[in-house]
Nanobody, 117 residues
């Protein structure tokens, strides 16, 4: 089992920045890919960015150039630095981890990000 706890969400003005964190605990060794997803009201959950244990990164087009995903393997923590935020970035952001043996997805409880003036 793996537990994921997000933090760092909040209210920010357009053009502002936020840094999300995700603390992972449990059987961390089974994880290979971690990532951030988001879900806006009335929309499906969508990929924001992913990063593998070896550091291979992928971004959604909407995040590329503005967001930076990183992970501290020693501290079992995942980060998402979000810059130049836009109102359309408003969503609940979820941390995700994938079991490398089975492909099972673990999810955090989510953290709300609101971009508004």
């Amino acid at each position: 089992q793996v537990q994921l706890v997000e933090s760092g969400g909040g209210l920010v003005q357009p053009g502002g920045s936020l840094r999300l964190s995700c603390a992972a605990s449990g059987f961390i060794s089974i994880i290979n890919v971690m990532g951030w997803y988001r879900q806006a009201p009335g929309k499906h959950r969508e990929l924001v960015a992913t990063i593998t244990t070896s550091g291979i990164i992928d971004y959604a087009d909407s995040a590329r150039g503005r967001f930076t995903i990183s992970r501290d393997n020693a501290k079992n923590t995942l980060f998402l630095q979000m810059n130049s935020l836009r109102p359309e970035d408003t969503a609940v952001y979820y941390c995700n981890a994938v079991d490398r043996r089975t492909g099972y997805n673990y999810w955090g409880q989510g953290t709300q990000v609101t971009v508004s003036s």
